[in-house]
């Protein structure tokens, strides 16, 4: 497999010809010529039916040709229905500049959308009277007679990012409305606005800003939402006042451009560029305000990027959100879609990408890891219709990929020269080739995924070795797993395999093996098809194990095959931050104990061991394993993660028999179970199990039957007086 490269094409769209002040009208080629109104009736009807206006469901309605209008004192179309979406798809309504004729005319309309019209020279362009609730946008309307938008009793409607030009009286006319939003429009006429008894908002608060005044010279010394502090922001430093009751707060200073297919920057300073990019900044924290065209390039460290649920998208090709040389960034809450990389991290570590949605078609990698990119966390993501859902490459290690959904991809996961990586508690579901893969990559763990009905491989090792496989569900693949080439020294125990067409299968060169099980009586594998090609076997001692091994090939044998699925009796941990694995409990001087360092959101297990607890140099301590490495970690660096939400929990002889119920509101770091359901209102609650106790009250039983309970903020297990 080759080194894979992108080239981000960023194109710049430019505004030209839209601020003239003067307009000769000319006619445009049509196959149309306009005799007589077109309607767009309530019931969805198209009269006449020759108008060139297409629809094929009663809501978009696109028009199919430019219109030329002959007649006068008329209006070009009228709308009789509502919720509706108008699309010029870039075609051009023209008239003669006649006195009483309108482009476009709403009357009492609800719902509707006007948008990609070019309307020019009407009396007026578009016209609403008696309307509510809708939204003229991305027109372009020149050499209106009279007025380019007029809104007559209407209000709550929405008129943004218009070019509105060269009309002979009014850019925008409001007689009797209000409470309508109208901001990123373009204004070059001989008079801006007219209003009668009305009061508007004309911005979208800062540092959105509002509209584009060719009437208004001011300065721009100063920048913040009071404009009081020092440094520039494209913003003039004061409103631009149409009358008492109506002001733009935030006038720009240059036209405002759509974002369409740019290129976003969080620059190393802090500041977004371009300025009005829909992205609120507070502090270190970057929140969409809306959906965006384009991609984003991330330049700064210590930041946190919250996509609000909006969506990011591109036309095919490109990062959808890059990363180079970044720490300490968070990006998440995003719906990434139509890229060639959704979120991209090359030579970056220590990062977080979280809850994020990359399932409608990015061409490449839904999540890409590369050169060296270590530390990272990838947790809680939905990644569909990409080709490598998540991809690491090129040394990158140290990284923990959990608990996302990654279905319906090419490839499911897959690591390339990667080493010392967490991979657990995914759904790795449907994807066409397989779920995952690991070439040349090793020292990596494989933990309680659930990897099921993908196309060829469940699981695919590829001349990689010293792996740790372990606790997984491996069902309904045509192989289970498959390993390949020199793949040998890897540890492949307490996982299922069950329905694949073939559970496991060796094509190793040199006859290299592997280690099939965990010793007794802790055990191997369970086989689905383990009794039909054992029929004489017998179970060992009620111990769970069977009395004859599960034989792949001469040198891969699992010796203590299980009777029943694997389910884990121990809780999982996983770190809050980059943890320390110690080979005994408590912090020497210049940290001598220290066994390796594990990634935040690796999945550890409790082993039991009868100092688990104890309390030393101001920590609590727990013996874990992780792979092939057990050793201690301190209790107050981690928190429970319970996969399989088995019940009752142990803990050091401990059994839980109450969970604590709290609103997601309440938790520090977000939903700690994996995948939870969308929350779809205020009452939403979840349970979680915490290792330290923080989020969790109630009692329960030792072995000995003494009643405890656990004491939040690490203070452990006590006794309940009776």
Same mark, same amino acid.
């Given at each position: ?49 020759? @108008? ?8 978009? %309605? ?12 008329? #209006? ?21 500049? +006649? ?6 005319? &709403?009357? @009492? ?34 050499? *209106? ?14 008129? *943004? ?7 002979? +009286? ?6 009797? #409305? ?29 540092? *959105? ?34 009358? @008492? ?22 620059? @190393? ?79 970056? #570590? ?86 995952? #893969? ?45 390993? /390949? ?16 067409? /073939? ?16 010793? %007794?009586? *802790? ?15 017998? /179970? ?21 095959? &299980?009777?029943? =699925?694997?389910?884990?009796?121990? =809780? ?31 999945? &550890?297990?409790?082993? /039991?061991?009868? $100092? ?98 656990? &004491? ?6 006590? $006794?309940?007086?009776?």
């Amino acid at each position: 497999m080759s080194r894979r490269t992108v080239s981000v094409v960023i194109v710049a769209m430019l505004l030209a010809g839209m601020l003239t002040v003067a307009f000769n009208v000319q006619p445009v080629r049509s196959d149309y010529v306009w005799t007589e109104t077109i309607y767009i009736w309530a019931d969805g009807s198209v009269q006449p039916s020759t @108008a060139p206006i297409s629809s094929v469901d009663n809501v978009t %309605y696109t028009l199919t040709d430019n219109i030329v209008g002959n007649v006068t004192d008329s #209006s070009a179309i009228i709308i009789r229905k509502d919720n509706i979406i108008i699309d010029g798809a870039g075609h051009t309504l023209q008239g003669t500049q +006649a006195s009483n004729s309108t482009g476009i005319e &709403l009357y @009492a309309s609800r719902n509707a959308t006007i948008v990609n019209m070019k309307i020019t020279a009407y009396g007026r362009g578009i016209w609403l009277a008696s309307s509510s609730n809708n939204t003229i946008s991305g027109n372009n309307i020149t050499a *209106s007679k009279w007025d380019g938008i007029y809104l007559y009793s209407s209000s709550n409607n929405s008129v *943004s990012g218009n070019n509105i030009t060269a009309s002979n +009286a009014t850019g925008i006319g409001l007689y009797s #409305s209000s409470n309508n939003t109208i901001y990123r429009n373009n204004l070059n006429n001989t008079s801006q606005v007219y209003s009668y008894n009305s009061t508007n908002v004309w911005d979208d608060g800062y540092p *959105s800003g509002g509209n584009y005044w060719s009437n208004y010279p001011d300065v721009d010394l100063y920048s913040g939402p009071y404009q009081n502090e020092t440094g520039s922001d494209g913003i003039w430093d004061h409103p631009y006042v149409i009358d @008492a009751y109506n002001q733009d707060n935030y006038p720009l200073m240059t036209t405002y451009v759509p974002f369409e297919n740019q290129t976003i920057y969080i620059r @190393a300073d802090g500041s977004i560029d371009p300025l009005r990019a829909p992205i609120q900044r507070s502090g270190n924290f970057y929140t969409f305000t809306g959906n965006i065209n384009g991609s984003i390039v991330v330049e700064r460290n210590n930041t946190l990027i919250d996509g609000n649920h909006l969506t990011l998208q591109g036309s095919g090709s490109g990062y959808g959100i890059y990363l180079f040389r970044r720490e300490n960034v968070t990006v998440r809450n995003a719906k990434i879609k139509a890229f060639g990389y959704g979120i991209w991290l090359d030579s970056s #570590s220590n990062n977080t990408v979280t809850g994020n949605d990359l399932t409608e078609v990015n061409g490449n990698d839904g999540i890409g890891l590369y050169g060296s990119s270590n530390y990272n966390s990838i947790t809680g993501n939905n990644i569909a219709n990409n080709g490598y859902g998540v991809w690491l490459d090129s040394y990158s290690s140290n990284n923990s990929v959990s608990g996302n959904n990654i279905t319906n991809n090419f490839y499911g996961i897959g690591l390339y020269g990667a080493s010392n990586n967490s991979i657990s508690g995914n759904n790795v579901i449907a994807n066409s080739q397989w779920g995952i #893969s690991l070439l040349y990559s090793s020292s990596n763990s494989m933990t309680v995924n659930n990897i099921t009905t993908n196309g060829w491989y469940g699981i695919i090792l590829y001349d990689s070795e010293n792996n740790s496989i372990s606790g997984n569900n491996i069902a309904n693949n045509d192989y289970g797993i498959e390993l /390949e080439s020199f793949s040998d020294y890897n540890m492949i125990y307490h996982n299922n395999f069950i329905d694949n067409s /073939e559970n496991a299968h060796v094509s190793i060169s040199g006859g290299y093996s592997n280690a099939w099980d965990d010793g %007794y009586p *802790s055990g191997g594998n369970y086989w689905s098809d383990y009794s039909s090609r054992y029929p004489d076997a017998t /179970e060992i001692d009620a111990s769970g194990i069977w009395n004859t091994p599960y034989v792949i090939d001469a040198n891969n044998i699992d010796n203590y095959p &299980l009777v029943n =699925p694997w389910t884990p009796t121990l =809780p999982y941990v996983i770190p809050t931050a980059i943890i320390n694995v110690r080979s005994y409990p408590g912090i020497p001087e210049n940290d001598a104990n220290v066994i390796t360092k594990l990634p935040k959101g690796s999945v &550890l297990q409790i082993v /039991e061991h009868p $100092d688990n607890g104890k309390f030393v140099d101001g920590y609590h301590w727990w013996y874990v394993k992780f792979g092939i490495v057990k050793g201690w970690v301190a209790e107050e660096y981690v928190k429970g993660y319970d996969f399989q939400k088995q019940q009752p929990k142990t803990l050091n002889g401990v059994s839980l028999t109450a969970y604590h119920v709290c609103y997601e509101g309440e938790m520090a770091e977000g939903p700690t179970v994996i995948n939870p359901p969308k929350i779809t209102g205020a009452f939403y609650k979840e349970f979680l199990y915490s290792a330290q106790g923080v989020a969790m009250q109630g009692t329960g039983r030792a072995i000995d039957g003494r009643s405890i309970k656990y &004491l939040s903020g690490g203070g452990g297990w006590v $006794d309940i007086d009776d």
